[in-house]
């Protein structure tokens, strides 16, 4: 799974990376090295106005954690954060927003955890490992979004209206699958057009366009037990840790 990541680039950086041409200003989204579960997270996705059909490529926070449009609660959407690839297409929560809404989530590299038993009179813990393409390149992570509309609100509260995300992943291949058999997939830079195209439906085709990180060229390396804690933040999170992480190799 795809459970904590890392998004520190500015919007505009955002912008000009995806060629997006609608976003606004005053939206905010802090940096962060510790994006945890029903966090605001930035998404690129391309919409349709209503009035004139145009489709515009924009980027909004959305709340990382899918609530279905039929939920009667957001509550479930803690439980959705990742949607399998083997199965996003068939899905009740998934198959909609796989055929019609999906998005890109910036990424600069995403955590995935291993156990290391206890040795030497060591207690057994949980070793985070940061992985990250080698060129630094920003990560664009294969989403989901969704609208979801709180039953009990007035009929003209527009703030009834959540709109959350998820991240597809896949069996984890590499340096990768050492760590954890999951892994999120990604979009490259060639298919970003039809992956966001809303009149794309065929999920066949869009399950064609999923594809490894960096094409599978990254960075594994064990960073401080800190990111254990989504209190936590900060680069300091990827610093080395002081104790012997253990063998990846096993």
Same mark, same amino acid.
């Given at each position: 799974?795809?459970?904590?990541?890392?998004?520190?680039?500015?919007?505009?950086?955002?912008?000009?990376?995806?060629?997006?041409? @609608?976003?606004?200003?005053?939206?905010?989204?802090?940096?962060?090295?510790?994006?945890?579960?029903?966090?605001?997270?930035? +998404?690129?996705?391309?919409?349709?106005?209503?009035?004139?059909?145009?489709?515009? #490529?924009?980027?909004?926070?959305?709340?990382?954690?899918?609530?279905?449009?039929?939920?009667?609660?957001?509550?479930?959407?803690?439980?959705?954060?990742?949607?399998?690839?083997?199965?996003?297409?068939?899905?009740?929560?998934?198959?909609?927003?796989?055929? @019609?809404?999906?998005? !890109? !989530?910036? +990424?600069?590299?995403?955590?995935?955890?291993? +156990?290391?038993?206890?040795?030497?009179?060591?207690?057994? #813990? #949980?070793?985070?490992?940061?992985?990250?393409?080698?060129?630094?390149?920003?990560?664009?992570?294969?989403?989901?979004?969704?609208?979801?509309?709180?039953?009990?609100?007035?009929?003209?509260?527009?703030?009834?209206? !959540?709109?959350?995300?998820?991240?597809?992943?896949?069996?984890?291949?590499?340096?990768?699958?050492?760590?954890?058999?999951?892994?999120?997939?990604?979009?490259?830079?060639?298919?970003?057009?039809?992956?966001?195209?809303?009149?794309?439906?065929?999920?066949?085709?869009?399950?064609?366009?999923?594809?490894?990180?960096? +094409?599978?060229?990254?960075?594994? @390396?064990?960073?401080?037990?800190?990111?254990?804690?989504?209190?936590?933040?900060?680069?300091? !999170?990827?610093?080395?840790?002081?104790?012997?992480?253990?063998?990846?190799?096993?």
């Amino acid at each position: 799974m795809c459970g904590r990541y890392v998004s520190t680039r500015r919007p505009d950086e955002l912008a000009e990376a995806f060629r997006v041409t @609608r976003w606004n200003p005053e939206d905010a989204v802090a940096p962060s090295w510790n994006v945890a579960p029903t966090d605001l997270v930035w +998404a690129v996705l391309e919409r349709a106005d209503t009035t004139t059909g145009e489709v515009t #490529r924009q980027l909004r926070p959305l709340r990382w954690g899918l609530v279905p449009s039929w939920a009667k609660d957001p509550g479930s959407g803690a439980k959705m954060i990742n949607a399998r690839m083997e199965t996003v297409h068939t899905k009740p929560a998934f198959r909609r927003p796989f055929a @019609r809404r999906r998005c !890109l !989530l910036p +990424a600069d590299g995403f955590y995935e955890w291993r +156990a290391v038993p206890a040795d030497g009179g060591r207690k057994a #813990r #949980r070793q985070p490992w940061y992985i990250t393409p080698e060129d630094g390149s920003v990560m664009a992570m294969a989403g989901l979004y969704e609208f979801w509309r709180d039953p009990a609100a007035a009929p003209d509260d527009p703030g009834a209206w !959540l709109t959350t995300c998820t991240v597809i992943t896949t069996e984890a291949k590499d340096a990768a699958g050492r760590i954890h058999p999951r892994m999120p997939l990604a979009i490259g830079p060639a298919d970003y057009d039809a992956w966001l195209d809303p009149g794309r439906q065929d999920p066949e085709r869009s399950r064609a366009l999923l594809a490894t990180p960096a +094409a599978g060229r990254v960075t594994v @390396r064990p960073v401080s037990t800190a990111v254990n804690d989504v209190r936590n933040n900060g680069p300091g !999170l990827l610093a080395d840790p002081p104790d012997d992480p253990g063998d990846l190799t096993r």
